[in-house]
């Protein structure tokens, strides 16, 4: 009977411990995302004069998450972790509490972008994590004893998850899970699609195979890795036989301006596009615009239709020029210039400075401002299949990260 009760005891602690772990590790793969909702909380909480501090708050926030949620599962330092554990679901239950009472307009961020909650179900997942932890924890001294091993076990997790933490801090996501995620497709697209022969209207489809079986796909909604590409093929999308292709849900707004304010996002749509959106002006320094200047000079060499999106207005846009040094750099930033607001840039990409490559309207790929393209590589980019560059990117970062969690739950369950 003790050893069932010992049992039950630990499986409600494995629970808690899987949830704290995924909310830490999803929340770490976007330090951006989270710093965002931190900031949010800040306003809430009428606390926004330390919005400075919100990245690095939530930053550390998800790594103590993710820790708390390894050493729950390992089973290590059972007392004092048992006591960190439910010092922290009182504090968020009582947040989630008033978060349900006032009901701001805001998401509560438990999962980053991966999973939103309304404030009744955030209130509601943190009553049954107290009510789990309560029957993991107490009484104390009955907590047992975890075996050597899983020392072991915590410590190679620990580095898995400090590495993980430490690229998602350098570049971008390995794994995107805002609008702006690679596949989705400009609304600007869907009244500027192209037109031919008599004014019927294309778009192209994707033929996969899989057990014998031939379906056709659109770009925004593509199968699992189990399927075998065959081929593409253009439609109308009046024809009958495409009518079991999917409707595209993945549209999205993408508002551009230029200097005069009239709205260009039309620009995104027909050539290759590549964008470089900047959205925090001030902290880019001569020498980083420099080298936007040049990457951009080098994707319009290379065929694309290249823009700079940067969250000011032109006129602030233009004084931050005209105190740059470089005369040259500053002109073929401002003819490149085009301007939206921060919310918008910051989706796009999370990297300050990041590259993005659209084609047809579709969002194609990303880069952060620490892995421009080089010559070659932006000009196999332009020349390669689409669809094979679309699930080449959105495949790999997936996998990876799909890697990192079955690594650390097999370390951290099996060793």
């Known amino acids: 009977m003790n050893k ?25 793969l976007d330090p ?12 809430f909480m009428h606390v926004g004069f330390m919005d400075f501090s919100a990245k690095a708050s939530a930053f550390a926030l998800a790594m103590i998450e993710t820790l708390l949620g390894a050493a729950l599962i390992t089973g290590l330092w059972r007392r004092i972790v048992s006591i960190i554990t439910m010092c922290f679901l009182g504090f968020f239950t009582l947040l989630s509490l008033a978060l349900l009472i006032f009901n701001p307009p805001m998401d509560c961020g438990c999962f980053g972008e991966v999973l939103h909650l309304t404030h009744l179900q955030t209130f509601l997942k943190n009553i049954a994590l107290c009510a789990l932890s309560a029957a993991s924890f107490f009484p104390l001294s009955a907590l047992g004893k975890p075996k050597r091993r899983k020392y072991v076990s915590f410590s190679i997790v620990t580095v898995t998850v400090i590495c993980f933490a430490v690229y998602s801090l350098m570049f971008i996501p390995l794994k995107d899970y805002t609008d702006f995620r690679p596949g989705v497709r400009v609304s600007a697209a ?17 033929i996969y195979e899989k057990n014998g079986k031939k379906e056709t796909f659109t770009l925004d909604n593509l199968p699992d890795s189990t ?5 593409t093929e253009t439609r109308r999308t009046d024809d009958p036989s495409s009518s079991e ?41 001569e020498a980083k615009w420099r080298r936007i200047s040049e990457m951009l000079y080098r ?15 032109p006129e602030d846009f233009s004084l931050l020029l005209s105190g740059t040094n470089d005369r040259e750099t500053a002109a073929a930033l401002e003819t490149a210039a085009y301007f939206s607001d921060y919310r918008t840039l910051v989706s796009l990409n999370r990297s300050n400075g990041g590259a993005t490559y659209f084609n047809g ?3 194609i790929r990303k880069w952060a401002c620490r892995s421009y393209p080089d010559e070659a590589e932006i000009s196999s980019v332009s020349a390669a299949d689409v669809t094979e560059t679309y699930l080449s990117y959105s495949s790999s970062g997936a996998l990876i990260f799909q890697g990192i969690l079955l690594f650390t739950f097999a370390v951290m369950l099996l060793l």
């Open 32 to 43: 951006v995302g989270a710093g965002l909702v931190m900031s949010e909380y800040y306003n």
């Open 245 to 285: 292709m999917a409707s595209s849900d993945l549209s999205v707004s993408l508002p551009l301006m230029d200097r005069t304010g009239v709205s260009r996002d039309d620009l995104m749509v027909g050539a290759p596009v590549f964008v470089i959106s900047v959205y925090k002006v001030r902290p880019v320094t």
């Open 299 to 313: 994707a319009s060499d290379s065929g694309y239709r290249s823009i700079l999106l940067v969250a000011s207005t």
């Open 361 to 363: 309207g579709y969002l």
């Open 227 to 231: 399927w075998t590409f065959v081929s």
């Open 4 to 28: 069932v009760l010992e049992r039950g005891k630990r499986f409600c602690g494995y629970v808690v411990g899987i949830v704290f772990f995924l909310s830490g590790i999803v929340k770490l």
């Open 190 to 206: 869907e009244h500027n699609m192209p037109e031919i022969y008599d004014g019927d209207t294309y778009e192209a489809v994707f």
